[in-house]
């Protein structure tokens, strides 16, 4: 095995490359490629997708796999492909430029393997998309291994007129469930194998959009396995936690929690999450951020809101809360907020929406205020409830830890051979 300098064709510099001889004399270098969003050091608002991938990469490289990560460049790389580590290659940019951006890379660098982190508009809008669907067709010409995991998998009935405008698409209902439906043909015939986190978003690419069950694989989403975050004195705080969106249903437990505040003075509603960047103040997410505020306006200092929760952060958050809410009103997504309530082994409660992801969950309610106060005043009332209900969670982490994960992405990924462990490389 060598090491060699080669020189990068973007940057005029020297990387250094794991390489691996062959019976025809080549020696392809990196293998396998996550084409994704990525964190940027210090960065403060980030997708869920990108805070993915990150964990991603580190079970892959955990299990010794020589993976790195394509992901996006910021306005300051927009003219250069940037070395960010050895792992990381900012080399893509937002739209149309997407797809020719990774054919240029691919073809300095030779994967063998490309996974790509799907979501909505992540690649820059649907020109985005047209072109990562471009250049993945390309990639399926050129002999590689093309695999996708679908972050957001939508019922397509369940795009309705007020869905669209919270999220702030302005296009009639008809057209946007024809491009959600055309979005998932596409990938069908592109990937190899598409993951989505559970198995009702399987059954909704089975159903709904024709997708080959055969070529549809169900990989949990990792949660982290944290000891020793429970507390012999209970805090007597509820959380509520991610970006501050109409579809998370925020207002619903603020309203409710507004009924039974005077009943339980002890009690406090942390409110941990902010918006995404760049949004206007007539954005329906804005102005959803404003109605919450006003809702939480009478209870003072009872509601605290946190604003964006960075990961150093997260631990302590955890620390200080009893039991974690969340009752979204629409299920499209596994969520990463209750990968982590699993992970760190809290209570919590979901709405009916969200029975879906964890079937045999004992602990949901109905999606209405008076609902959330009534499973809220139990739970007040009973402390001890919220230590069994911990319990129960810390059940569920077995099968879903980050090791779990990358153990299944192994497997879609290709035969064995076709991959060249780190742990077997002698420099």
């Given at each position: 095995?060598?090491?060699?300098?080669?020189?990068?064709?973007?940057?005029?510099?020297?990387?250094?490359?794991?390489?691996?001889?062959?019976?025809?004399?080549?020696?392809?270098?990196?293998?396998?490629?996550?084409?994704?969003?990525?964190?940027?050091?210090?960065?403060?608002?980030?997708?869920?997708?990108?805070?993915?991938?990150?964990?991603l990469l580190g079970a892959l490289l955990a299990m010794g796999l020589d993976v790195e990560v394509w992901?996006?460049?910021?306005?300051?790389?927009?003219?250069?492909?940037?070395?960010?580590?050895?792992?990381?290659?900012?080399?893509?940019?937002?739209?149309?430029w997407a797809g020719l951006d990774l054919w240029r890379t691919m073809h300095a660098r030779r994967p063998t393997v490309l996974h790509v982190q799907m979501e909505y508009f992540i690649f820059g809008g649907w020109l985005g998309f047209v072109s990562l669907m471009a250049f993945l067709g390309v990639a399926r010409f050129a002999g590689l291994r093309v695999l996708a995991t679908a972050h957001q998998v939508l019922r397509l009935q369940g795009l309705r007129r007020e869905v669209l405008h919270q999220f702030g698409v302005k296009m009639p209902v008809w057209v946007a469930r024809f491009l959600g439906y055309l979005s998932f043909v596409l990938l069908g015939k592109l990937a190899d194998v598409i993951f989505v986190h559970e198995e009702v978003f399987r059954d909704r690419l089975v159903r709904e959009y024709g997708i080959d069950p055969r070529r549809v694989a169900v990989v949990r989403h990792g949660v982290p396995d944290v000891q020793g975050t429970r507390r012999l004195r209970r805090s007597r705080r509820l959380l509520i936690f991610g970006y501050l969106k109409w579809y998370k249903g925020f207002d619903i437990v603020l309203r409710a929690f507004r009924e039974v505040a005077p009943e339980f003075p002890d009690w406090k509603l942390v409110v941990a999450g902010g918006l995404p960047s760049g949004l206007g103040r007539t954005h329906p997410h804005t102005r959803f951020s404003d109605i919450l505020s006003a809702l939480a306006y009478p209870l003072g200092d009872r509601v605290e809101f946190l604003g964006y929760v960075g990961d150093a952060e997260i631990p302590e958050l955890f620390q200080r809360v009893d039991l974690v809410l969340f009752p979204y009103r629409v299920l499209f997504s596994a969520s990463g907020p209750l990968a982590l309530a699993i992970g760190y082994r809290k209570a919590f409660v979901i709405s009916e929406a969200l029975r879906p992801l964890l079937p045999t969950w004992p602990i949901w309610c109905k999606n209405s205020p008076e609902h959330w106060a009534d499973l809220l005043r139990r739970f007040m009332e009973d402390e001890a409830r919220i230590a069994h209900v911990e319990e129960l969670s810390g059940i569920l982490i077995s099968s879903r830890t980050w090791e779990e994960v990358a153990r299944r992405m192994l497997e879609g990924y290709g035969p064995a051979g076709l991959l060249i462990p780190v742990t077997d490389r002698v420099p």
């Open positions: 095995m060598k090491r060699l300098a080669v020189k990068d064709s973007f940057r005029g510099s020297d990387i250094s490359v794991l390489t691996c001889s062959s019976r025809n004399g080549q020696t392809p270098p990196r293998r396998v490629v996550l084409v994704t969003p990525y964190p940027y050091h210090g960065q403060r608002s980030i997708s869920g997708v990108a805070s993915y991938s990150r964990e992901a996006e460049r910021g306005v300051e790389d927009s003219h250069q492909l940037k070395m960010e580590s050895d792992r990381v290659i900012r080399t893509w940019r937002l739209g149309l």
